[in-house]
């Protein structure tokens, strides 16, 4: 029962009473902004004395002094890699730069044969046109035959031909022209 008396007392949770704890200290800075409590009113700040400022000077020296660590070498190849790969993808950035390059290079180059190729194929539409043809025969001072001048050739025997092939070469013949043609393109190669 005391135990409960006291909880109640120091976080008291009626009006009036004393609270303790973060809640207090949120109170008081409230209370400071707000202008009704003022800090030097209700604390009393005691003089640092030369102890304590040697005790603090001692602490600020201790803090900045660290002691050597070791390196690990875990982390001088775990450093190294990250290197490695950033140079490597530094590299295949400048790759991609010039291969963006080369790409636009190859649109304008299509872009430039795109129009040739149109020149080309009106030029050529025009020159089988059948009546720029016969406008040129006409002019060269040729004309069209007439059914006198044909003539047509009849040829005795049959229609059909004969292709005569070499004899085909046996498995191991072609084995070897092969591994003759692999070594010449090898030491072709290696020279």
Do not use: H, W
């Amino acid at each position: 029962m005391a135990a409960n008396d006291r909880r109640r007392r120091a976080y008291g949770s009626t009006p009036g009473k004393v609270v303790d704890g973060n809640l207090a200290r949120r109170l008081e800075r409230e209370l400071e902004r707000s202008g009704q409590m003022a800090p030097d009113e209700y604390y009393v700040r005691r003089k640092e004395s030369r102890a304590d400022k040697l005790s603090q000077r001692r602490k600020e020296v201790k803090a900045s002094i660290r002691p050597a660590q070791k390196l690990e070498p875990a982390a001088v190849i775990g450093f190294g890699v990250v290197g490695v790969l950033l140079t490597l993808l530094v590299l295949c950035y400048v790759r991609l730069n010039a291969i963006s390059r080369e790409i636009v290079d190859m649109k304008t180059q299509i872009g430039q044969l795109e129009t040739e190729r149109v020149s080309l194929l009106t030029r050529y539409e025009q020159a089988f046109d059948l009546a720029t043809v016969k406008t040129a025969a006409e002019a060269a001072g040729m004309s069209q035959p007439s059914d006198s001048q044909i003539t047509y050739i009849e040829l005795p025997g049959q229609d059909n031909a004969v292709a005569y092939s070499e004899p085909e070469e046996g498995l191991l013949e072609v084995l070897t022209g092969a591994l003759r043609e692999g070594a010449s393109v090898l030491t072709a190669y290696f020279r």
